[in-house]
């Protein structure tokens, strides 16, 4: 379940961490690591925390459905 902030609505988050990214896509952690470590999903790593840009996981989704 995505972390509760009080003024952003989780849809309105820019960027995700593992475990929402996983909440959101659908998609095991262990294929999100393997998506970032092969170069298909990019990542960040800030203060400590990976995080996923949410535009990037969509994009991979649509590439996905073959769109």
Do not use: C, H
């Amino acid at each position: 379940m995505l972390r509760k902030f009080p003024n952003v609505q989780p849809e309105e988050r820019l960027a995700l961490r593992i475990n929402d990214a996983v909440a959101v896509s659908g998609l095991s952690r262990s294929s999100l690591y393997n998506l970032i470590n092969e170069g298909t999903l990019p990542s960040r790593k800030i203060a400590g925390r990976r995080l996923i840009l949410r535009e990037d996981l969509r994009r991979l989704l649509k590439v996905g459905e073959g769109g």
